[in-house]
């Protein structure tokens, strides 16, 4: 198998131009990314930061500035190429007198599907969102969440080898998001490749094996789903204590109501060694334990600002 990246960008620069006299304004500027074969990456950050120029940028829509943009080997926009690329815009409009059925055949026919091989098609990709038993009513009577499943059942339909998702979590409801995060681990599980965009952040981190943060245009973090969250872990105590607690170690210690104190320990540092000392110490211990991750506190810090 080719290990050639599935999705390569290296020094993007898109501008949009302004008025008259106006500098462009800059909203992808010099950013580098690469997607291998079979990872489900979330491309994360907050309104703004030129997550949709990118994916549009990917796809070939807009032409950029400066840089090399390539999907499956190809330049962005290659004619062979996009028949292998799933596409889920961040706005998909539909005329609201088709049924679901009907559109999806019509895509599946644009994507080159025919005869029993399409119908084949249309219907697996109904049942894998779910839409299966509504497929014959009017798209003016879906729900936003039901039309973002339209959407990613019309992704799917061509059965790509990449999808590229811009901002899917958005409209779905938590059953919604739940049944996404299935449907992209079979297509992950058939060694296929998810690139998508989102500034939810607890949902994403749920969905993929690796997130790719972006602000300001620029790549401003990358890391392992894995990895971000051993960073995250953490442990804490809380003593009652009359007097302000001592320890040998270099414990973060903060004073945390009447008579309490909390200690935090980095990812080195060894419960049992603070819990032996405490003791020792003859230190009253209320409680200890892992306080709940907080990816939102992460983002805050690589990103300077609060993302969702
Ligand atoms: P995100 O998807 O992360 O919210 P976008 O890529 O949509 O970010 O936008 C990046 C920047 O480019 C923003 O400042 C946005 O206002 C600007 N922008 C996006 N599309 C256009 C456009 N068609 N014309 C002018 N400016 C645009």
Redesign the pocket.
């Known amino acids: 198998m080719s290990t050639e990246p599935v999705i390569e960008i290296k020094d993007l620069r ?1 501008e ?3 008025g008259l006299g106006l500098k462009p ?1 800059v ?2 500027d010099g950013l580098n990314l690469r997607v291998e074969r079979g990872e489900v990456v979330g491309f994360i ?12 940028a990917l796809l070939g829509f ?1 032409f950029p500035k400066r840089g090399s943009v390539k999907v499956l080997g190809l330049p962005a926009g290659h004619t062979s190429a996009k028949r292998r690329i799933g596409y889920l815009p ?1 706005v998909a409009v539909y005329y609201p007198f088709m049924k679901a059925k009907e559109l999806l055949t019509i895509y599946g026919g644009l994507a080159g599907l025919r005869g029993e091989e399409l119908e084949r098609r249309v219907d697996e990709v109904l049942t894998m969102v779910g839409l299966k038993g509504r497929e014959n009513e009017l798209l003016k009577k879906y729900s936003k969440g039901m039309l973002q499943r339209l959407g990613i059942a019309q992704a799917f339909l061509g059965d790509p080898e990449v999808l590229i998702l ?2 899917v979590t958005s409209g779905l409801d938590p059953v919604g998001r739940r049944d996404l995060r299935q449907i992209l681990l079979n297509y992950k599980k058939q060694g296929k490749t998810v690139f998508f ?1 989102s ?1 939810e952040l607890s949902e994403v981190s749920l969905m993929c094996d690796r997130v790719i943060i ?1 602000d300001q ?1 620029r790549v401003v973090e990358e890391k392992k789903i894995s990895d971000l969250m051993l960073e995250l872990q953490s442990f804490e105590v809380v003593v009652r204590s009359p007097t302000p607690v001592v320890l040998d170690g270099t414990y973060k210690i903060e004073k945390s109501g009447d008579n309490l104190y909390r200690i935090s320990l980095t990812q080195k540092q060894k419960p049992l060694d603070v819990l032996t000392e405490l003791i020792h110490k003859n230190y009253e211990v209320i409680e200890f334990g892992s306080p709940a991750l907080s990816l939102e506190e992460y983002f805050v810090k690589v990103v300077g600002k609060k993302i969702s």
């Open positions: 898109v949009y131009k302004r304004l909203a992808v950050g907050p309104n703004g930061a030129g997550k949709s120029t990118t994916i549009k807009i961040e811009d901002e965009s500034h972006i245009g």
